[in-house]
């Protein structure tokens, strides 16, 4: 498995941006995918994940209703877009992948991507 996240880059805060992570190297639609953050000095953190299918969405506390993950099948390209950004949210964002089958999750992550780095000035 190969992923490849893109979309970072600096934004003012209340600013949106969309992530993306390309899928490679397996059948996308037999995995669920993640998002996790890591800001400077702290540890790596769960931020959105969702199902194979796109079913059961999960978001961590401090982002849910200003996040959204979503991903194409087609394209096999998971999406996390972030609205109404907040200086807390910069950090560097990392894609991750899961074999899952038809389990709906929560996931332990194995496979991850590059990181991307998201800056959020106030």
């Known amino acids: 498995v190969q992923l490849q996240a893109s979309g970072g880059g600096l934004v003012q805060a209340g600013g949106s941006l969309r992530l993306s992570c390309e899928f490679s190297?397996?059948?996308?639609?037999?995995?669920?995918t993640g998002w996790f953050r890591q800001a400077p000095g702290k540890e790596r953190e769960f931020v959105a994940a969702?199902?194979?299918?796109?079913?059961?969405?999960y978001y961590r506390d401090s982002v849910e209703g200003r996040f959204t993950i979503s991903r194409d099948n087609a394209k096999t390209t998971v999406y996390l877009q972030m609205n109404s950004l907040k200086p807390e949210d910069t950090a560097v964002y990392y894609c991750?992948?899961?074999?899952?089958?038809?389990?709906?999750?929560?996931?332990?992550?194995?496979?991850w991507g590059q990181g991307t780095l998201v800056t959020v000035s106030s």
């Open positions: 991750a992948a899961e074999y899952s089958g038809d389990y709906e999750g929560p996931w332990v992550f194995h496979y």
């Open positions: 190297g397996r059948t996308f639609y037999r995995y669920a």
């Open positions: 969702i199902s194979g299918v796109g079913s059961n969405p």
